[in-house]
């Protein structure tokens, strides 16, 4: 008598989130609020020869969500948030601006040595809205499902398509559609906010009530040094001058003082100048050197031999070079050591290394912890796989932007308000390009008065610097209050 074999079925994945309560006091408030953390299985709908056979799971994102005990969901606002990278888990907006616990990392001079901590944060934006923060696929513990591709999941509009559809899923599971709704991002999580800003109106009617744009780059032009395209060489000059006053490089000059003049000159001669060409007489080309040279720090020597154009990786192993220091891209408050100083580009980012331990660090250790989410993945703070590969296919013979969709979202919605933060120092996303890009907008005039700026002392994280992050918290907070229309 012949056995009868039995058919394995595949695990099916399933939601894995856990719930705990908790409490911290914001300014002589007490506030008791929920934490979830975990998760959440994101499903595609199959068609096969146009019959629909269910849905097939596709991904499993990690998100935390803090929701106040006891409050209106009609009237208290949520905000959705997540880093950048692409290839970056959320754990930076996270753990240092917006969530109720922070990492103490110290800052420039006084960096917290290992194994780092962990306290209350007393300016969390919990005070004013719930949070949800969003690890992307490859980020933090979120992964593709079983037999499915993490590549499909690193490019532009995959990765729009999943937050977007986590953010409707929380929603609607949550029963918060009629609640004031914003949307955070950091660097290249500013690019994926106005997209998704454009996406939740057009595939789920779901519009917003305010965007939060941090270290903004809504297109990539502003940012790019290539051959015969010179509008980033410009844009990032304020910039430089900003770090090297910083490093001491302009004596006495306020910085306020030292920024009107390079913006002054970025936005008029000095375009002017690399535009000319081999058309520039010799007095224009000395005069565009000596000027270039006094407001970056560097020699007149190497201005010249760079015609008159600085590159960004190429300033930060330059400016400092004499002292054998590097400066950090990220944030150009940070210095450091490389390996040799004959280099044309630095072999590190000091201010990466300055963080990363502790955020990681802090991480990891509350998940499991305070949170109680257990998973034997490691958390990746970076993916590498996801950043070197990213694809923008959408884009293919054209710079990469969503600065069109920012404008359809606020056209369409003219009750959408937007939040910009830069820091003087932030070498990946200068504040001029983003200044830049919100100028030329195509929205009506009117409009423009739904968008407002906040400038720091700090770098592309600004909350490091403990001022910033005291003033960034209550910039954003008062943000949410005024645009949360209840």
């Known amino acids: 008598m012949s056995e009868e074999k039995t058919e394995e079925k595949p695990e099916t994945p399933a939601d894995d989130l856990v719930t705990t309560?908790?409490?911290?006091?914001?300014?002589?408030?007490?506030?008791?609020?929920?934490?979830?953390?975990?998760?959440?299985?994101?499903?595609?709908?199959?068609?096969?020869?146009?019959?629909?056979?269910?849905?097939?799971?596709?991904?499993?994102?990690?998100?935390?969500?803090?929701?106040?005990?006891?409050?209106?969901?009609?009237?208290?606002p949520v905000t959705f948030a997540f880093n950048g990278g692409p290839g970056s888990a959320s754990l930076w907006l996270h753990m240092g601006l917006l969530g109720p616990r922070k990492v103490l990392s110290g800052d420039v001079g006084n960096l917290t040595a290992p194994p780092y901590g962990i306290a209350d944060n007393e300016e969390s934006l919990l005070a004013e809205s719930d949070l949800v923060f969003i690890d992307p696929v490859s980020t933090g513990f979120s992964r593709a499902a079983k037999g499915e591709k993490p590549a499909n999941y690193h490019g532009y509009q995959p990765d729009i398509d999943s937050i977007a559809e986590i953010i409707r899923l929380w929603t609607s599971r949550n029963g918060r559609w009629m609640s004031p709704k914003f949307i955070c991002g950091e660097s290249y999580g500013t690019l994926r906010a106005a997209g998704l800003a454009e996406q939740l109106q057009k595939k789920y009617g779901m519009y917003v009530n305010g965007l939060m744009l941090i270290s903004s780059v809504l297109d990539f032009a502003t940012l790019e040094f290539n051959e015969g395209h010179d509008l980033g060489y410009t844009l990032y000059l304020p910039t430089y001058a900003a770090i090297a006053h910083y490093h001491g490089l302009h004596g006495d000059r306020p910085l306020k003082e030292v920024l009107a003049e390079a913006e002054e000159f970025a936005a008029r001669d000095y375009p002017y100048a690399l535009a000319r060409g081999n058309r520039l007489s010799d007095v224009e080309r000395a005069a565009t050197i000596e000027k270039l040279a006094r407001l970056t720090g560097l020699t007149e020597e190497y201005v010249d031999a760079v015609d008159l154009r600085i590159e960004h990786i190429r300033f930060f192993t330059e400016l400092l070079r004499r002292d054998r220091k590097t400066v950090g891209r990220l944030d150009g408050r940070f210095t450091g050591w490389d390996k040799d100083y004959g280099r044309e580009e630095i072999s590190a980012d000091p201010s990466?290394?300055?963080?990363?331990?502790?955020?990681?660090?802090?991480?990891?250790?509350?998940?499991?912890?305070?949170?109680?989410?257990?998973?034997?993945?490691?958390?990746?703070?970076?993916?590498w796989s996801a950043i070197e590969k990213w694809s923008y296919k959408e884009f293919e013979g054209r710079h990469v932007t969503t600065a069109g969709k920012l404008s359809a979202a606020m056209r369409a919605n003219p009750h959408l308000k937007v939040h910009v933060a830069f820091g003087w120092y932030d070498g990946a996303t200068p504040y001029f390009a983003a200044e830049h890009l919100i100028a030329h907008l195509q929205i009506p005039k009117e409009l423009t008065a739904n968008i407002e700026s906040a400038y720091y002392p700090a770098g592309h994280m600004m909350y490091v610097h403990e001022p910033s992050r005291i003033q960034q918290s209550e910039d954003l907070a008062a943000f949410v209050r005024n645009s949360s229309n209840t």
Not at 48 to 66: Q, R, S
Not at 366 to 383: C, F
């Open 21 to 76: 309560q908790h409490s911290i006091t914001v300014k002589g408030r007490e506030l008791n609020y929920t934490a979830v953390t975990g998760r959440v299985v994101l499903k595609e709908e199959v068609l096969k020869d146009g019959v629909f056979e269910g849905h097939k799971p596709k991904a499993e994102v990690f998100l935390t969500a803090y929701t106040l005990d006891g409050a209106d969901p009609l009237k208290r």
């Open 352 to 383: 990466i290394d300055a963080i990363l331990g502790p955020y990681s660090a802090v991480i990891n250790h509350y998940l499991h912890a305070e949170l109680g989410y257990s998973n034997d993945l490691p958390y990746e703070t970076l993916a």
